[in-house]
């Protein structure tokens, strides 16, 4: 490899361990948070933010956005409603189907937990200074774009379809 290339591969390599390790530290951040305020587990939220970002998503669609079989997430779905955070509605179209949504309490756990993590976040980014806010900012929004290019954004189906 030329000496030329080697310093972008380099970089490129520093920022995704970089990534990988603020994405780890940040879960662990989450989980605690989470625990303070959460009765559902991480799997639950996930499961959450799905039906938040895609209302009335079908269950086969959640299935395979979620990567699980159809008893694993009709649990899980199963325990949100339990606590009142879900609801399971028959498919307008198709009444073999059934369609997701957030309760009015669900949306506000959801909203309390955004909440909290943007919190604690706000604090450590304000706390930087502001080249290094602006370089994250501008850094971040790449990374979006390019994540997002590539595919790499499973939480958000296309349509509710299940085909």
């Known amino acids: 490899m030329p000496a030329s290339d080697a310093a972008p591969n380099s970089i490129c390599h520093e920022a995704a361990q970089a ?6 530290l940040l879960d662990v951040i989450w989980e605690r948070t989470k625990d303070a305020i959460a009765p559902a587990s ?23 956005i979620v990567a699980s079989a159809p008893p694993n997430v009709s649990r899980m779905c199963d325990r949100l409603q339990a606590i009142g955070f879900l ?3 028959p498919c307008p179209d198709n009444r073999r189907e059934i369609t997701l949504r957030l309760t ?22 304000n706390s930087m ?3 290094e806010r602006r ?5 971040l ?22 085909a």
Do not use: F, W
Request: some cysteine; overall charge positive.
């Open 42 to 64: 991480p799997a639950q939220l996930r499961l959450m933010y799905v039906v938040d970002r895609d209302d009335g998503i079908r269950m086969q669609a959640m299935c395979k």
């Open 104 to 125: 009015t309490a669900g949306k506000r756990h959801l909203q309390r937990l955004r909440q909290q993590r943007e919190n604690m976040l706000h604090q450590a980014i």
């Open 129 to 131: 200074p502001s080249t």
């Open 141 to 162: 929004a790449g990374l979006r774009t390019q994540l997002t290019a590539a595919g790499e954004e499973p939480d958000r189906p296309r349509a509710h379809s299940a």
């Open 135 to 139: 370089a994250l900012a501008k850094g």
């Open 87 to 89: 609801e399971r509605l």
């Open 19 to 24: 990534a990988s390790s603020i994405t780890e």
